[in-house]
């Protein structure tokens, strides 16, 4: 893995992602990604951050050096952002890096096995057995227990607490604080509202619910 670390997106979590990414690799250089915005630099603790529009990383200027990206990783919660950044960064050339696991994250068990472009934040934990999809944000403190699988492009909001034998389809969105209870399936690209408490398979895609315990919406 290279320590030169472009990231997907340069709004707030993409800010977060930078330290996340420092505390890991203390050398790593690094650019946002954001072809939105009008945004061109960000200061990070006086540093200064270049803000790629052209999605050209052969030779991106760092203060008086120029530097070639060839991994990124994602800055983003959004799961269909995700997937359209992340799309157009393989196409300009890059290669998704090792997912970044923070030194304050606990892999509990050598059988884990996470995929690549995503982050196990600061106070995460997961336990044994678990499978991480590519693409996947495990935001602050969120807990995963054993043989829990969680697909691509997934994104766990900070808080959330995942039991064992839990299966979380691509895409989907688990807000603030959710709580899966074990042996629960969650369908691809659904979203739960914050502190919602999952406590029956959620089989119909795309749908949103909310409450203790969870509903759909409408």
């Not at 994250?105 to 600061?122: S, T």
Request: hydrophobic content about 40%; charged content about 20%.
């Amino acid at each position: 893995m290279s320590q030169d670390l472009a990231i997907l997106g340069a709004g707030g979590f993409a800010r977060e992602m930078y330290w996340h990414i420092k505390d890991a690799y203390p050398c790593a250089r690094m650019a946002f990604i954001d072809d939105v915005t009008e945004v061109q630099e960000i200061t990070m603790a006086g540093e200064v951050v270049p803000v790629v529009k052209d999605w050209r990383f052969d030779a991106v200027r760092l203060g008086r050096a120029s530097v070639t990206f060839e991994e990124f990783v994602l800055g983003i919660g959004d799961p269909n952002t995700k997937r359209t950044m992340a799309r157009r960064a393989i196409e300009s050339g890059l290669r998704p890096a090792p997912t970044v696991v923070h030194p304050r994250a606990l892999i509990q068990g050598g059988d884990c096995r996470i995929g690549l472009g995503g982050v196990v934040a600061p106070g995460c934990i997961l336990t044994t057995h678990v499978r991480v999809g590519d693409f996947v944000l495990l935001n602050l403190n969120t807990t995963v227990g054993h043989d829990a699988v969680i697909g691509d492009y997934v994104t766990c909001n900070p808080g959330c607490q995942i039991s064992g034998n839990v299966t979380i389809g691509e895409g989907a969105s688990l807000g603030t604080g959710t709580v899966v209870r074990e042996g629960i399936t969650i369908a691809p690209g659904v979203v739960t509202g914050a502190q919602a408490c999952v406590v029956k398979d959620i089989t119909e895609p795309d749908v949103t619910v909310v409450g203790v315990p969870a509903r759909k919406v409408g």
